[in-house]
């Protein structure tokens, strides 16, 4: 806490006035976080100040919110280009972030309790690159001089407060193996720990997610079911398949709000099939082409209860997977011609 506090005085966040009688003040709150390695070791403890967002009303306290906040399609390309250019990347964590501008009006904000658009850089020094890919406060960058790297290191760490965290292993929850024929990523711990959550240590795996001769309704008949659990349990899978494949088969028990045994027991099986395959993950090679090519599917009335159909698709640089969705479409199909 003091540390963020320190930061605040050394950038010159803010200025302590007497609090003023006629102006809205926006109260502020601490958010604690434990940050956390591949095998679940703390790894830094971190403290956030914060405002309390929900006391602001849009067009009149704030007219638009902003973070540095890079798709997972494009840092999937970030590790795609740096195997396939032989980089090794490194990570980097910013202390205590903010966005620097100028405001056109005074705005007051309680003590705390108890006392840029573009995210993708590329630098070019001679016949060296280097790539940086920033997340909010976290830092990936890779180059195939190692030299340009370090130069870059020192230079962030002597005009901000950073930490250097080394070659990258572990970020937004993806585990990153940096190979000498290429990178492999995958979700094991994560998954391993929404087996836990979800009480599914004990249970057998499953071949595959779901059996594609069944059709998904809203089984009236059945038995209601957990839905706070249920949502819960759509959410983590949500989260897992926008880092994984295999989007289209959560997608289908995600439709279904008001659930009933059947539903939840698809999904249930959903979890068991992933217990099968924590290992596995996404592999980009040195080797071969990085042409962009892309595939795309779609089926006929798919949906039993409205009959509308869902559409895939995905795109690779080369031989590598970065990018995935699966969706059902806003209007109905009359003809597949």
């Known amino acids: 806490m003091q540390e963020e506090l320190n930061q605040f005085e050394r950038n ?33 403890n971190k403290a956030r100040l914060v405002d309390k967002g929900h006391c602001q009303e849009e067009g009149i306290d704030f007219d638009e919110t902003f973070a540095h906040i890079a798709r997972l399609e494009a840092i999937r390309m970030f590790l795609a280009y740096a195997a396939h250019k032989n980089f090794i990347v490194y990570q ?27 995210k993708l850089f590329r630098i070019q020094d ?3 690159m280097l790539l940086v890919q920033i997340y909010v406060d976290d830092i990936i960058f890779g180059s195939t001089n190692k030299e340009l790297c370090d130069k870059f290191s020192n230079l962030m760490q ?9 070659e990258l292993t572990f970020f937004l929850g993806l585990q990153v193996r ?31 997610p779901m059996n594609t001769s069944v059709k998904m309704d809203m089984d009236a008949d059945g038995k209601p079911v957990d839905q706070t ?27 279904f709000h008001c659930t009933k045994r059947k539903p939840y027991d698809h999904t249930k099986r959903i979890l068991r099939y992933l217990k099968g395959c924590q290992e596995v993950g996404l592999w980009y090679p040195k080797e071969g082409g990085f042409k962009l090519i892309g595939y795309s599917h779609s089926d006929y009335a798919g949906c039993r209860v409205d009959r509308k159909s869902t559409s895939g698709t ?7 997977l970065v990018s995935w969705f699966s969706k059902k479409q806003n209007s109905k199909a009359t003809s597949t011609q």
């Open 229 to 255: 659990r249920y949502r819960a349990l759509i959410g983590s899978l949500l989260y897992l398949t926008s880092r994984r494949t295999s989007p289209f088969f959560v997608g289908v028990c995600a439709r």
């Open 178 to 208: 940096q190979l000498k024929d290429g990178t492999f990523i995958s979700q094991t711990k994560y998954t391993r720990d929404l087996m836990k959550k979800f009480g599914m240590e004990e249970k057998s795996s499953m071949k595959i």
């Open 314 to 320: 995905c795109q690779m640089l080369g031989n590598r």
């Open 12 to 44: 010159k966040v803010w200025e302590l006035v007497q609090r003023p009688t006629h102006q809205n003040v926006i109260g502020t709150k601490w958010v604690f976080r434990n940050k956390m390695n591949e095998e679940g070791s703390v790894v830094r």
């Open 158 to 166: 002597g005009k901000f407060e950073m930490s250097m965290m080394g």
């Open 126 to 128: 001679g016949e060296s």
């Open 92 to 118: 980097m964590d910013v202390k205590s972030a903010f966005l620097k501008g100028l405001l056109e009006e005074e705005v007051y904000v309680e003590q705390p309790p108890g006392k840029v658009d573009r």
